[in-house]
């Protein structure tokens, strides 16, 4: 079967660093994505991960580990605006549907 | 096109009627998707397009439910008989083969 787990909702403080993480079990691997998705617009696009290791993009980092079936995203110098929720989703086959996690809403505090 | 366009934005119909969604993916993009995502909930999955044939539609609900694709372009997702459980979200994406979907905006269907 296919499991993708995420925590639910997360807060964090403005200016601090947050680590969302996921988990998965998956009948086949081909990739694993993050996207953000603000409340009432559609999901856009942060990182893409293959390999095992660490995807650095400005804030924004995403580490994989494909023997643990395990990733997690980095967001550093949290800002307001990076309070929305955080999809995990991972693709089995080259070319085939994306499974989404239940995603993660994250608050960010002033 | 700039992006992956849905139309109508929003959509409420009443119980029992049929209904017709259309997405527009980003031009050469062979791959399209089709999502729906009910309130506070993650992104299911419903059927992937590669160019005209669907070799994914594990996702579709019921025998309600049905898209097609013409042209290599524009898809139509179709849903007869609406139920009131069909009131979410419908999101489609497109994408090249192997690379990361891009999002439409999506269709807010209300069944009443």
Known sequence: GQNIDQPT???????AIVQINCTYQTSGFNGLFWYQQHAGEAPTFLSYNVLDGLEEKGRFSSFLS???GYSYLLLKELQMKDSASYLCAVREDQGGKLIFGQGTELSVKP | G??????PSNKVTEKGKDVELRCDPISGHTALYWYRQSLGQGLEFLIYFQGNSAPDKSGLPSDRFSAERTG???STLTIQRTQQEDSAVYLCASSLVGTSPFFGPGTRLTVL
């Open chain 1, 9 to 15: 909702e997360m807060t964090a403080t403005e200016g």
């Open chain 1, 66 to 68: 494909r023997s643990k």
């Open chain 2, 2 to 7: 700039a992006g992956v366009s849905q139309s």
């Open chain 2, 72 to 74: 290599g372009s524009v």
